[in-house]
């Protein structure tokens, strides 16, 4: 998780802009939002691993996170039950593991075999110790526990080709070889048959054990590559892109990485926070606007670089680490086991912005395919746990059940967006207004996910449709941002929507709509 403020940036839609279907925009209307949605512009079908989220050996996390034997909760393999439970609830699909900055210093068989064999080690990315008991092993069977597609990553801080291609054998050999016939010594017969991989982490960032120019890594990661998938053809690797948006190096570096390794790698790597406590208010509600910048430019770098290599693949996006934060130093005792590190109180503001920022991966659901939420548990997670205590959810926990558990077996379909314009110091004017329709491939039905990016303007929400004969009912939630108290079981309260000719709601200050319609 690398520090820094994120720098403006983003792009308006031009004037003039035509709705789907031919229809011309409208004139801007003082307090007014206008959403035309077309049932034959279909962008995309959201990959279900978009709804993902992240576990790092980080502070809590792991250890009196998912994991705490001895808890009153924990099943017989030491998974707190009611966590899982919570994250069965939260709807995550996929969990990136085990870091991260943990990941550049770590060495993977150290978290597998008997517990009582496995060494501790000092973790130097957070100055922490490393019991190792939890590790590869255990992971696996957690994510078996909850329901979750495993994202494995590879050590390429101090580690490389050797390593990597081990650990490849050892999660998806069938047998017959040292490392799969290990892990069946280890009590699992079957391969894990891992199919997600990533190559390192943040190896731009100089926070990073084994950091690297982008020559350098983008040639290691080439050679990783490569070499993996000659253990498992089947596998997709996923390759390190800038840290953050605001690195000075952005978008020259993943340029780099990607002349490397184009040819082998199956997405691009991107990070972003948004940090509360950085950011003035008005910026810090319109940090979507900003997202959909960065992600607008990830896109553009991997499109340019495909020109470059005159390839016929189409580089699609990972955005592996996202979240809103607060910003600070914690203090903790050096080389502490799993010390409490950046576990802040999330509020109505937070969540309301957690929302919108859903709204710019939904939209460019053609190119981001996954997306990990960071991190799951205590550590700026929508879920908290208490060391021998309960578990609860956050204040940001509503709007992401909302949307992992709303757009599964769901097409992102196209919509224009007419809006006023909110002033910010960070990203000059931006649209008061985003939206997102996603529409369910099975009845067709639709939900609209929308933010209302204004800290002092009501916007009176408009949504039309195209392509369909009527609507036959309308279902409205809505959560405010304008309370500054944190509510972990805070999730958006119901709302009349008429539904005619046309879906009305009205918005107030900061706030993020849940819209659903049945079609016919």
């Known amino acids: 998780m690398p520090g820094g403020t994120e720098m403006p940036g983003g792009t308006e839609m031009p004037g003039g802009t035509e709705m789907p279907g031919g229809t011309e925009k409208t004139a801007k209307k003082a307090g007014v939002g206008r959403i035309v949605v077309d049932r034959d512009f279909v962008v995309a079908e959201v990959d279900r691993r978009l709804c993902g989220s992240f576990v790092e050996h980080l502070g809590r996390v792991v250890y ?22 919570l994250v069965k609830e939260l709807g995550v ?21 008997p517990r009582q064999h496995r060494p501790r080690r000092l973790d130097t990315a957070w100055h922490s110790t490393e019991t190792n008991e939890f590790g590869l092993n255990e992971f696996m069977s957690w994510c078996q526990t909850v329901d979750i597609e495993p994202f494995l990553v590879f050590n390429l801080g101090t580690q490389g080709v050797e390593s990597a291609c081990q650990m490849v054998e050892y999660c998806n050999g069938s047998g017959g070889s040292a490392l799969a016939d290990l892990r069946k010594a280890h009590g699992r017969e079957a391969p894990y048959g891992v199919h997600l991989w990533g190559l390192g982490n943040e190896m731009d960032g100089d926070w990073q054990v084994g950091s690297r120019t982008a020559a350098e890594y983008g040639s290691l990661a080439s050679q990783v590559a490569r070499a993996v998938k000659r253990v498992d053809d089947s596998i997709e690797v996923v390759v390190a892109g800038s840290s953050l948006r605001a690195m000075s190096t952005f978008p020259q570096w993943d340029c780099t990485v990607l002349e490397h390794s184009y040819d082998y790698v199956d997405y691009l790597a991107l990070h972003q926070y948004y940090p509360a406590n950085v950011l003035d208010e008005q910026s810090f509600a319109a940090s979507g606007y900003d997202f959909d910048a960065y992600i607008s430019a990830g896109i553009a770098t991997c499109d340019y670089v495909q020109e470059i290599k005159r390839s016929k693949r ?24 799993a010390p409490a590190i950046a576990e802040f109180n999330y509020n109505c503001r937070d969540a309301v912005v957690e929302g919108s920022l859903l709204i710019p991966l939904l939209r460019h659901a053609d190119r981001v395919k996954v997306a990990c939420q960071s991190l799951l548990v205590n550590v700026g997670g929508p879920i908290r746990a208490q060391r021998g205590g309960p578990a609860a959810k956050e204040a940001i926990f509503g709007p992401l059940a909302a949307v992992f558990n709303g757009v599964r077996g769901c097409s992102v379909v196209g919509s224009v967006i007419d809006s006023p314009d909110v002033a910010t110091s960070a990203y000059g004017d931006v649209p008061a207004l985003d939206a997102v329709a996603v529409a369910n491939d099975q009845d067709g039905n639709l939900t609209l996910f929308a933010v209302n990016r204004s800290t002092v303007d009501s916007l009176d929400l408009e949504v039309r449709f195209r392509g369909w004969d009527a609507i036959d009912s309308a279902r409205g939630r809505l959560l405010s941002g304008s309370h500054d108290h944190s509510d972990g079981a ?11 000719d046309v879906g009305r709601l009205k918005m107030g200050p900061l706030s993020w709509a849940v819209l659903e319609f049945a079609m016919s």
């Open 490 to 500: 805070l999730v958006p309260t119901d709302v009349h929507v008429p539904a005619k």
């Open 314 to 337: 189409r580089m699609n996006l990972s955005m592996d680490e996202w979240n809103v934060n607060y910003r600070g130093r914690d203090q903790w005792e050096a080389w502490a086991v």
């Open 64 to 85: 009196s996170g998912i994991y705490e034997p001895g808890h009153p909760g924990s099943d017989s393999n030491g998974f707190r039950t009611d966590v899982a439970d």
């Open 93 to 113: 699909t996929t969990v990136r593991y085990p870091g991260g900055n943990f990941v550049s210093a770590y060495d993977w068989k150290d978290g597998i075999g």
